[in-house]
C-alpha cells in the first residue's frame, strides 16, 4: 500500500497517516508494524531490492551482470520514487542483502578478486543508477525524443559556432530513430567488456588507480 502511495503520488505523498487511512486504521494501528516513517521507508526500500531480478553466475557472470542491470533500471522506472530514496538508507534488509550477496557471488564464482568484484559492482551501480537518474530527470517523457530536442536547441545558436554538436546533432542524435535508451545497452557493454579484459589479466587489474 505505501508503495502504491508513492508510485502515485511521490515520496511526498507518503506519511504514516495516509498509509493507515488507505488501510482503513487508524494511524497508530500502523506503529505496530513500524517504529516511525523512516522504519516504513526501510521496509520499502527492501521489497524493492527483492523485486531486482538476479541470478547465479559463475562463467555465465556478463548475462547475469545484464539481467540484473535491466532489471533494476525497469525497478527503479516503476518506482521513480526510489532512486532517492535507496540512497539514503542506512538499514538494509533482507532482499537487500540476498541482491549484494547475490552479485557479488556471481562475480567471485567468475574468478575475479574479493578486491575486483568489489571494483567491479562499484562501477556496475553508478553506471545503472547514473544512468536511471538521467533517465528520470530528461525534459521529456520518451528517451527518443532526445533528437527532436537537440535538434531544436542547436537551431537557436549559429551551427558554425558548435561544429562538432551540429555534426553529432546532423549524424546521429537528431536522425530519426534515435533513442537515448540506446546508450544503456552500449555503456554496459562497454562496462563489463573492460571487467571480462581485466578479470583475464589480474596484473594489470592491480596496476589500476596506482599510477
Do not use: C
Amino acid at each position: 500500500m505505501a508503495i502504491r502511495l508513492a508510485d502515485e503520488g511521490g515520496i511526498e505523498s507518503l506519511s504514516m497517516r495516509n498509509v493507515a487511512q488507505e488501510l482503513g486504521v487508524y494511524p497508530m494501528a500502523l506503529y505496530n508494524h513500524f517504529a516511525n516513517k523512516d522504519d516504513l521507508l526501510d521496509a520499502m526500500v527492501d521489497v524493492t531490492y527483492a523485486e531486482i531480478d538476479i541470478s547465479a553466475g559463475g562463467s555465465e557472470w556478463k548475462a547475469a551482470m545484464r539481467q540484473q542491470a535491466s532489471s533494476i533500471r525497469e525497478v527503479l522506472a516503476r518506482h521513480r520514487w526510489a532512486l532517492g530514496v535507496i540512497q539514503s538508507r542506512v538499514h538494509p534488509g533482507p532482499g537487500n542483502m540476498r541482491y549484494h550477496d547475490t552479485v557479488i557471488r556471481a562475480l567471485r564464482q567468475a574468478g575475479f578478486s574479493v578486491e575486483m568484484a568489489v571494483h567491479a559492482f562499484t562501477v556496475l551501480d553508478s553506471f545503472i543508477f547514473g544512468f536511471a537518474l538521467q533517465e528520470q530527470t530528461l525534459p521529456f517523457e520518451g528517451t527518443d525524443q532526445v533528437g527532436e530536442l537537440a535538434t531544436e536547441i542547436l537551431s537557436q545558436f549559429p551551427a558554425d559556432d558548435y561544429p562538432y554538436l551540429a555534426e553529432t546533432v546532423a549524424e546521429h542524435v537528431g536522425k530519426p530513430g534515435y533513442d537515448f535508451a540506446s546508450e544503456f545497452d552500449f555503456g554496459l557493454d562497454l562496462i563489463l567488456t573492460g571487467l571480462d579484459s581485466l578479470r583475464a589479466s589480474p596484473d594489470r587489474a592491480d596496476s589500476i588507480g596506482t599510477g
